[in-house]
T-cell receptor
Framework: DAEITQSPRHKITETGRQVTLACHQT?????MFWYRQDLGHGLRLIHY???????NKGEVSDGYSVSRSNTEDLPLTLESAASSQTSVYFC????????????FGPGTRLLVL | GENVEQHPSTLSVQEGDSAVIKCTYS??????FPWYKQELGKRPQLIID?????GEKKDQRIAVTLNKTAKHFSLHITETQPEDSAVYFC?????????FGTGTRLQVFP
């Protein structure tokens, strides 16, 4: 069955280290999104992509980057991890160019010490 | 850009009662309004959505209403059950992405 996966599911790192979170979907969806979820803030958009080689900044993009080299993957990189980036990160994908149902991955819980 | 406000932030109801969660949005160009349910430790999952050409949509015990003039939409859950306990998020589309509300924690007490 088609699905969306994230790895790792849990990560502990130290401040200043570079961290990459993986997101992989097998639906062949054009659109992929990265969110962070923090208590009291809901789901906030970090970066998103509408296709290969396309990336866009969301509302909380500082300190994060993404690249889209194929349809299936959108890795999220924290260039120099900060304690403020401790959060739960969700990847999502959707099929069409217009906003449609987004399907979420299982999430990655990141702790930056 | 789009801004979505969601109320209340927490909601406690007795099993069998109804629950209503309300959201307002700012961009009159928004046309798609999904609702997601997130159980503890799980991923958000779509439970119902509505588009701007429809005023109401029902799926068993859940319904969503949309008032485009007032720019607000609501989730209604009837005959609540303990398994309805979760965090619920509304969202509105903004160009080709979704803007989410801050969530409502619903607790259903037996």
């Amino acid at each position: 069955d088609a699905e969306i996966t994230q790895s790792p599911r849990h990560k502990i790192t130290e401040t200043g280290r570079q961290v990459t979170l993986a997101c992989h979907q097998t639906w062949n969806h054009n659109n992929m999104f990265w969110y962070r979820q923090d208590l009291g803030h809901g789901l906030r958009l970090i970066h998103y992509s509408y296709g290969v080689q396309d990336t866009n900044k969301g509302e909380v993009s500082d300190g994060y980057s993404v690249s889209r080299s194929n349809t299936e993957d959108l890795p999220l990189t924290l260039e120099s991890a900060a304690s403020s980036q401790t959060s739960v990160y969700f990847c999502a994908s959707s099929e069409m160019n217009r906003a449609e149902t987004q399907y979420f991955g299982p999430g990655t819980r990141l702790l930056v010490l | 850009g789009e801004n979505v406000e969601q109320h209340p932030s927490t909601l406690s109801v007795q099993e069998g009662d109804s629950a209503v969660i309300k959201c307002t949005y700012s961009d009159s160009a928004s046309n798609y309004f999904p609702w997601y349910k997130q159980e503890l430790g799980k991923r958000p999952q779509l439970i119902i959505d509505i588009r701007s050409n429809v005023g109401e949509k029902k799926d068993q015990r859940i319904a969503v209403t949309l008032n485009k003039t007032a720019k607000h939409f609501s989730l209604h859950i009837t005959e609540t059950q303990p398994e309805d306990s979760a965090v619920y998020f509304c969202a509105a589309d903004n160009t080709d992405k979704l803007i989410f509300g801050t969530g409502t924690r619903l607790q259903v007490f037996p």
